[in-house]
């Protein structure tokens, strides 16, 4: 680790990448060879940041010869050529490589070609036993021949839905990359959401297949699904064939396809060559206020999107093992499959994150040799506080990067990982959405990491903060927008036809102008800081905190496990702030608590943001993805009926929201 001396008004990192390192990094070599092949600006010596600075304006200025460098440098196979690169960039609308015909399976089973590597490992499946399993690249690519044969008898075609009601384990993947390959759109959901909450999703996409388990195991717990399958079968009348996989050995039900009938044929696989805005799968909005949107992604746009974050942003490729904490349920998860486009081998674990104990996810990043570890900021704080020492218990030695997302990382958080993980650790706290299945800003593996912050926009996404005018601020708190188009935007969404569904939730702010719903401040030095969503801001007297700022304070305190802030526009043009506390075992809300947690949010954060009360509750809300539900609340606050605020199946304990409309009625 090398640590450069810095200017009085510039912190010191906590961590920066030795000169090895950056020699060394996929970005520096792209960044030669797009300066040698595109006219991008060469690297600055001795200096990352400028380096880095200068090709992500490169990047965002010039859209077209940067996408076009990463389609070749990643070696991205059109079997039909495009026409030019970015023919319209309209937000939304924009239109990316016209002509161009390709497959995303295709290219994520490219390295089973290659003789010397069939037999290596593509996917390492672990559950709670935490002992790795092997699926190797010519098993794979083998399964998804056998199983796109299968798929093609039952007469799915291109632009048909496939959805699966499964968790992560190896049968997913090749379900995705079968679905693929026929040209098929993909959409899935984790077992544990109930059957309302899968049907709210999958009966806007109309499914044809639906692939699903018997049941599942979590916490050293089995899981009977069944009959939520047989409700879901009864809910998609456009079902033409149901497949089972038995997780848990039951039998297949009536009518019901086995799994191992569909995947043990010998199909060579067969690639359909589709448009490059081909539909890939449907993602889901988190859907905390009505249905959730349906959320369409190409082919084209996911493939060069995904190469470039796995290759460029997080230095992955061969020989690297790729393990993220996720669920089929979250855009992670597609993420995760798609380090196989870059050679690399997926880890798969389909277990609680705590089970048998909290330090579950260092031992299967130990078990299977990870080199990037991606996890949440709230398994990193779980981890801090239950006194977790993965740098000493476990061997960590190839880890080279942790990454989190979910929620930002606390400054806490960052500290731990460096003093407990390893000092020469590369942390990428990293902030994007569903809405792209991408990143917006986070790991670059060439700077320097401080303590709080993301470390760059990414590579092609022009990524600012915006004041309320539609100017764009520096080091000061603004919307997060991004000006100009990511191939991985929305091409729609389902049952949207007139777009303005689409139109309103990005463009309705800022015409034009994609607008995420989050506050952000980007730094002089070309950082980025993630406050929270923009929505359930804290604004005080025209002082604007975010929600997470809060949280990371309160959250230090050893009796407090979780924590709800919302700030409530009262009709008066009053203003009311509570804060609700989850309480550890044992804690008690007495007078010395309270002063305590308003004493630590007026010293370490602003006086205008002590809350007006505290409240004790049994539970804090969440999604289905497990992000706090700070907006739905605001409403039942605001005396909004628990049936309009929330679509109950987007909750994971829909029961704790009628305290805050039982507490939104008494206050009137």
């Given at each position: 680790m090398t640590t450069a001396p810095q200017p009085a008004d510039r912190p010191e990192p906590l961590w920066s990448p030795g000169g090895d390192r950056v020699a060394r990094a996929r970005i520096t070599r792209f960044q030669s060879w797009a300066a040698e092949h595109h006219g991008a600006p060469a690297a600055v010596p001795g200096d990352p940041a400028a380096s880095y600075a200068a090709l992500h304006r490169w990047s965002v200025t010039e859209l077209e010869r940067f996408w076009q460098a990463v389609t070749e440098w990643c070696d991205v196979r059109f079997s039909s050529p495009y026409e030019r690169v970015l023919a319209d960039r309209s937000m939304p609308g924009a239109v990316w490589f016209p002509g161009a015909t390709l497959n995303y399976a295709e290219h994520a089973l490219r390295a089973a070609e290659d003789p010397a590597r069939a037999d290596e490992p593509a996917l390492l499946h672990v559950d709670e036993t935490h002992e790795p399993r092997p699926v190797t690249w010519a098993e794979l690519r083998a399964q998804v021949g056998s199983l796109a044969d299968g798929l093609r008898a039952l007469g799915v075609r291109p632009g048909d839905r496939v959805?699966?009601?499964?968790?992560?384990?190896?049968?997913?993947?090749?379900?995705?990359?079968?679905?693929?390959?026929?040209?098929?759109?993909?959409?899935?959901?984790?077992?544990?959401?109930?059957?309302?909450?899968?049907?709210?999703?999958?009966?806007?996409?109309?499914?044809?297949?639906?692939?699903?388990?018997?049941?599942?195991?979590?916490?050293?717990?089995?899981?009977?699904?069944?009959?939520?399958?047989?409700?879901?079968?009864?809910?998609?009348?456009?079902?033409?064939?149901?497949?089972?996989?038995?997780?848990?050995?039951?039998?297949?039900?009536?009518?019901?396809?086995?799994?191992?009938?569909?995947?043990?044929?010998?199909?060579?696989?067969?690639?359909?060559?589709?448009?490059?805005?081909?539909?890939?799968?449907?993602?889901?909005?988190?859907?905390?206020?009505?249905?959730?949107?349906?959320?369409?992604?190409?082919?084209?746009?996911?493939?060069?999107?995904?190469?470039?974050?796995?290759?460029?942003?997080?230095?992955?490729?061969?020989?690297?093992?790729?393990?993220?904490?996720?669920?089929?349920?979250?855009?992670?998860?597609n993420f995760l499959v798609s380090g196989l486009l870059v050679g690399s081998t997926v880890v798969l674990y389909d277990g609680s994150p705590g089970y048998p104990d909290t330090a579950a996810q260092w031992r299967v990043a130990e078990r299977t040799g990870a080199t990037l570890y991606g996890t949440s900021a709230a398994y990193v704080m779980a981890c801090r506080k239950a006194e977790v020492h993965p740098g000493r218990d476990f061997d960590l030695s190839r880890v080279k990067c942790v990454a989190t997302t979910g929620s930002p990382l606390p400054p806490d958080g960052f500290r731990w990982l460096h003093d407990e993980v390893a000092e020469d650790l590369w942390i990428a706290s990293v902030s994007g959405g569903t809405d792209v299945c991408s990143c917006f800003a986070g790991a670059v593996p060439t700077l320097p990491v401080h303590i709080g912050e993301l470390q760059a926009p990414c590579l092609g996404t022009d990524l600012q903060a915006w004041d309320a005018q539609g100017g764009p601020v520096v080091d000061e708190v603004g919307e997060l927008v991004v000006t100009n188009p990511m191939p991985s935007m929305p091409v729609r969404f389902w049952n949207d036809p007139d777009g303005s569904r689409y139109r309103d939730s990005y463009f309705e702010m800022f015409p034009g102008v994609w607008r995420h719903g989050d506050w952000i401040t980007v730094t002089s030095r070309g950082s980025v800081v993630i406050h929270g969503r923009s929505d359930s801001t804290l604004n005080r007297q025209g002082v604007r905190m975010g929600s997470a700022d809060i949280y990371e304070a309160v959250e230090r305190l050893p009796e407090i496990r979780e924590s709800l802030v919302i700030g409530v526009e009262l009709p008066d043009g009053g203003y009311w702030m509570p804060l609700f506390v989850h309480l550890a075992p044992g804690a008690v809300l007495d007078d010395a608590l309270l002063d305590r947690i308003k004493r630590t949010i007026r010293e370490q954060l602003s006086p205008r943001h002590v809350p007006d009360e505290v409240i004790e509750v049994t539970g804090i809300p969440h999604t289905l993805t497990g992000k706090r539900i700070e907006v739905p609340v605001k409403r039942l606050l605001q005396g909004t009926p628990l049936e309009k605020a929330v679509n109950p199946g987007s909750v994971d304990n829909v029961e704790l929201l009628h305290f805050y409309e039982k507490l939104g009625r008494e206050r009137g």
């Open positions: 959805s699966a009601y499964l968790p992560n384990i190896p049968q997913a993947v090749v379900a995705l990359l079968a679905t693929a390959a026929v040209g098929a759109v993909w959409t899935s959901c984790a077992p544990d959401f109930g059957a309302r909450s899968v049907l709210d999703r999958f009966q806007q996409v109309e499914p044809v297949v639906l692939f699903t388990v018997d049941g599942y195991h979590y916490g050293g717990k089995r899981h009977d699904r069944t009959g939520t399958v047989a409700e879901l079968r009864v809910g998609l009348p456009t079902l033409r064939a149901v497949v089972h996989i038995p997780l848990l050995d039951t039998p297949a039900p009536d009518g019901a396809l086995e799994w191992e009938a569909l995947t043990t044929g010998a199909a060579e696989p067969v690639f359909e060559q589709v448009p490059f805005d081909h539909p890939l799968w449907v993602l889901y909005s988190s859907g905390t206020t009505g249905l959730p949107k349906a959320i369409v992604q190409s082919q084209g746009g996911i493939l060069v999107e995904h190469v470039k974050q796995l290759a460029l942003h997080c230095d992955l490729g061969p020989g690297d093992r790729f393990f993220w904490y996720t669920s089929t349920g979250w855009m992670m998860w």
